[in-house]
């Protein structure tokens, strides 16, 4: 599976470019109330920022909640170092995983929802250090939980196997924890965040529950593929933690071998366990989806770590630093700098030629939110692209309809009106639309991937109309 640049956007930026300039790309999940507006909010109020000082230019627009999210990024980084009591090897383990650096600056749910996770676990009431410090508890944690499961309710699983332990474990009462700080919290956080989406989507709705019938119950998301049950064991898990599984499973094996001496360990293992069985269930499954267990997994890893390198010689401190760095650095690197970049680099290139001209009109003749669009053009252009919206029973939807019979398609929505004025695809479909694209230049070509695959190709290339098109006279496939 494809660790593509282009989706995300249109899950958040995309959403609060259009609240606050007025236009921007919607998608499905915006239309059914899948999706909690308090992630875009925050981007929303960052543009109106820019907006009010007049400081909304392209790059800005584009910059700046990339920085917020470092931001706060970094203070999940931070929290974590905090929660193995500053240790070294630990700020080590969670700098260095390439998915991490890969992920971290990113506008995704994900990555927010792992910057959570991880900060409300560095101020969860462990009990397995000294008894007067965890005799004050801290309820800090359950504010986060409760935000992060609204903000992505696959994160419930975690936070559930946490609030049992806490629960049975409190030196408040238990009773008294449910009921002065569990519900208490949970109904503020939940009605606060059911009124802003109430608010937007204008009728009362609860995303969580709609994110679980529409995902779960349902199964919308396996039109966008499936996987075998134990896919996140043999691929996603290994992929995303890349040379770090070694530590990991180092890290797993201590644990069982030494349940009693690893209480918190079990627990963490318990929680990351759940987590990956009910999402094994799901058949759509993805890299990023395991992302949230990063924070734990390196916790795990530095446990052991931790103790071996106080007896350990320098020069095997030295060869275990030197094999984590360069891991994690040239799958970071690739991935950062290189995999899958030409459809981010198009926006600009796109932006200068339609200049400011905002009658002007662009296609994406690629896979489903290949690109970002208006969070990155910030041109009020007409931008098309093909959609993935859940087809009727017997129907596919629009992308898949394109790439069948790309002519068709075509003939079908230009048939009365203007063709775009530039065209973005990647080279794999130029050889079956030469007929459409007579009348254009190819303006622009970009290196995207070094493994092309099924629709998607090696380079990303931009067509600009130079003159009007004699409309296709055949209707057969290409």
Known sequence: MALAKGLRPLQSLEVAHKQVFGYGALTWEWQKGIRSYLYPSIFAALYSILKFTGLDNPEAVVLLPRLFQAIVSTVADYSFYKWTGGRKWALFLILTPFFWFYTSGRTLLQTMETALVSIALSIFPFKDGKLGYYEKESNKWVWLACISTFLRPTSAPIWLVLAIYNISTTYQGKLKLVTHTYIPIGMIVSGALVALDTYFYGKLIITPWEFFKFNVLHDIA??????????????????????????????????????????????????????????????????????????????????????????????????????????????????????????????????????????????????????????????????????????????????????????????????????????????????????????????????????????????VLVYQKTKSQAKPTTDEAI
């Open 222 to 459: 396996s039109f966008y593929g499936t996987h075998p049950w134990y896919w996140y064991l043999s691929s996603g898990l290994p992929v995303v933690l890349g040379i770090n599984v070694l530590p990991v499973a180092w890290a797993i094996y201590t644990v069982l071998r030494r349940r009693q001496e690893n209480r918190t360990g079990m627990l963490l293992l318990v929680a990351a366990a759940l987590h990956l069985t009910l999402h094994s269930f799901i058949q759509h499954k993805e890299f990023r989806f395991v992302l949230p267990l990063l924070p734990i997994l390196m916790y795990l890893a530095q446990s052991v770590i931790v103790p071996w390198s106080r007896k350990a010689t320098p020069w095997k401190l030295y060869l275990v630093a030197g094999s984590l760095l360069l891991g994690n650095a040239v799958p970071g690197a690739y991935l950062g700098l290189v995999h899958q970049s030409g459809t981010v680099q198009v926006m600009p290139l796109l932006r200068e030629a339609i200049g400011n001209n905002n009658r002007s009109s662009i296609l994406f003749m690629m896979p489903c939110h290949s690109t970002p669009l208006y969070s990155h053009l910030h041109v009020n252009a007409t931008a098309r692209f093909l959609r993935c919206d859940p087809p009727a029973p017997g129907e596919t939807y629009e992308s898949e309809a394109f790439y069948n019979n790309p002519l068709r398609w075509w003939r079908a929505e230009y048939s009365s009106r203007q063709s775009p004025d530039l065209v973005v695809m990647f080279d794999v479909l130029r050889g079956r639309v030469e007929a459409l694209l007579q009348g254009y230049t190819l303006l622009h070509e970009l290196p995207h991937t070094q493994f092309p695959k099924g629709e998607v190709g090696e380079k």
